[in-house]
């Protein structure tokens, strides 16, 4: 094992299950699609975005 760290991503609580076979359902529980700032700040994440790939750009037939 090498490289790849791009993908280190940190993913929501629902996409990380979903991962797992029989699970893909969980995607669509996801709702950590942004990043969610601390109230009264913007340089401190509460959460940020769900890294899943399921989020990114476009759908292939949406
Ligand atoms: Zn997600
Ligand atoms: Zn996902």
Do not use: F, N, W
């Not at 969610?36 to 940020?48: A, D, F, K, V, W």
């Amino acid at each position: 094992m090498s490289a790849s760290a791009a993908e280190a991503e940190e993913l929501s609580a629902e996409c990380t299950v979903a991962q797992h076979p029989h699970y893909e359902g969980l995607h669509g529980e996801c709702r950590q699609t942004k990043d969610i700032p601390l109230p009264g700040t913007t340089r401190i994440l509460l959460q940020s975005r769900c890294g899943c790939p399921c989020h990114t750009s476009d759908k292939p037939g949406a």
